[in-house]
């Protein structure tokens, strides 16, 4: 079983929909969680990090959920320059290595 | 403001070639990384340091070697080159905030193809 694990999509979805991402970790001691979005052909930059209370940043929604070991990502009124990959990564026990998953990708069309 | 500066950008290499490339951040980051990115199979850690003088494994070590003998640099070395190896390769660099990492600040990456 991978360390983390994310439903490759795409998802396709209409301009101001509403779209959620999960991804699942294995290691129930990892410290740190993190959404990163990927444009095509660029490197991955980070989205937001995601607390154990969640936290929301603009239209972006990250939550938590230790119990179940996931984490989700929710995008509220999507626009075309959301289209992206978006890539969960947690920082496993030791804080030394950050595991990304495969990454999601996200069509949002006119 | 430079962040992580990945080099070359693209390199094409035949079967058997030795190479280097290099990655340099100006953050004084303590922690560095390299990944390799292939299509279905996301960023996957080759090694890994924590600081100077310093290197470890990651999940996908075999035919890799690194160095860091600069804070500022980590080298990632392919001595004989196979076609299993084309792939984009990303350096990234985290500072440490308390006793771990945090975020990773990702270079542009270096497009490389084994023919």
């Known amino acids: 079983r991978k360390e983390v694990e994310q439903d490759p999509g795409p998802f396709n979805v209409p301009e101001g929909a509403t779209v959620a991402f999960n991804c699942t970790y294995s290691?129930?001691?990892?410290?740190?969680f993190f959404w990163y979005r990927q444009d095509c052909r660029k490197e991955p930059k980070l989205l937001m990090s995601?607390?154990?209370s969640g936290n929301e940043d603009g239209r972006f929604t990250a939550q938590l959920n230790r119990a179940s070991q996931y984490i989700s990502l929710l995008i509220r009124d999507s626009k075309l320059s959301d289209s992206a990959t978006y890539l969960c990564?947690?920082?496993?026990?030791?804080?030394?290595?950050?595991?990304f998953g495969a990454g999601t990708r996200l069509f949002v069309k006119a | 403001n430079a962040g992580v500066t990945q080099t070359p950008k693209f390199r094409v290499l035949k079967t058997g070639q030795s190479m280097t490339l290099l990655c340099a951040q100006d953050?004084?980051?303590?922690?560095m990384y390299w990944y390799r990115q292939d299509p279905g199979m996301g960023l996957r850690l080759i090694h890994y340091?924590?600081?100077?003088?310093?290197?470890a494994k990651g999940e996908v070590p075999d035919g890799y070697n690194v160095s860091r003998l600069k804070k500022q640099n980590f080298l990632l070395g392919l001595e004989s080159a196979a076609p299993s190896q084309t792939s984009v390769y990303f350096c990234?660099?985290?500072?440490?905030?308390?006793?771990?990492?945090?975020?990773?600040?990702f270079g542009q990456g270096t497009r490389l193809t084994v023919v």
């Open positions: 290691n129930s001691a990892s410290q740190s």
């Open positions: 340091s924590v600081g100077e003088g310093t290197t």
């Open positions: 995601v607390y154990s």
């Open positions: 990564a947690v920082l496993a026990t030791g804080g030394f290595k950050t595991i």
């Open positions: 990234a660099s985290s500072p440490v905030r308390g006793p771990r990492s945090t975020e990773a600040f």
């Open positions: 953050m004084n980051h303590e922690y």
